[in-house]
């Protein structure tokens, strides 16, 4: 329902004003945008912009929010924003503003297979190749949708490098053992 006044703000260089519901912090809080992108992933519309109050680049989800007004926008919008840029590191449509990591992972078969045939990400390199599994180095972002990914390939996916996503997902999945037990 949004999406016709965000398209106008960027289109007028005009900000947004909007409450927005955190699912992760559980709190509704106001925000003030400028908004430059408009970007659909996986059937959800988000919008990318300047945030006034985090003073960074940040991404909102457009069903978690409300309360839209729009306000003449008196900051001058950065030229320098490159979507493809802003996004190069990321998995998915969440950047988290960290610096990339070269992650290195074993994926066995028949997975290693299919990694080949849809890479994991744009950066992502053969680093070995053996009978049963291939070695791979990315160049990414340690965020959510990436633990996701990985989380996804099960046992076929062992994380080599760095030690800090090895003792996230060592965590996550100990977790999730204790809810089985």
């Known amino acids: 329902e949004w999406i016709g006044l965000i398209?106008?703000?960027?289109?007028?260089?005009?900000?947004?004003?909007?409450?927005?519901?955190?699912?992760?912090?559980?709190?509704?809080k106001e925000y003030q945008l400028i908004p430059?992108?408009?970007?659909?992933?996986?059937?959800?519309?988000?919008?990318?912009g300047w945030s006034v109050d985090k003073e960074?680049?940040?991404?909102f989800a457009l069903d978690r929010i409300s309360k839209v007004d729009t306000f003449e926008n008196k900051l001058v919008r950065k030229k320098a924003f490159n979507p493809n840029e802003?996004?190069?590191?990321?998995?998915?449509?969440?950047?988290?503003?960290?610096?990339?990591?070269?992650v290195l992972l074993t994926i066995k078969?028949?997975?290693?297979?299919?990694?080949?045939?849809?890479?994991?990400?744009h950066t992502q390199k053969i680093v070995?190749?053996?009978?049963?599994?291939?070695?791979i180095s990315l160049n990414v972002q340690l965020n959510e949708e990436?633990?996701?990914k990985i989380?996804?390939?099960?046992?076929?996916?062992?994380v080599q490098k760095p030690k800090s996503l090895k003792n996230k997902i060592t965590s996550t999945i100990n977790e999730m053992v204790a809810n089985y037990l």
């Open 7 to 28: 398209y106008e703000a960027i289109k007028e260089n005009k900000g947004l004003h909007f409450e927005y519901q955190n699912i992760y912090k559980k709190e509704k």
């Open 36 to 48: 430059y992108l408009l970007k659909e992933h996986r059937n959800r519309w988000y919008v990318i």
């Open 56 to 59: 960074k680049m940040a991404t």
């Open 86 to 102: 802003f996004f190069s590191h990321s998995i998915g449509i969440m950047q988290n503003n960290s610096k990339p990591e070269t």
């Open 109 to 121: 078969k028949p997975i290693a297979d299919l990694i080949q045939l849809e890479p994991l990400h």
């Open 128 to 135: 070995d190749v053996q009978d049963n599994q291939i070695v």
């Open 146 to 148: 990436f633990i996701f």
């Open 151 to 158: 989380l996804g390939l099960g046992t076929y996916c062992i």
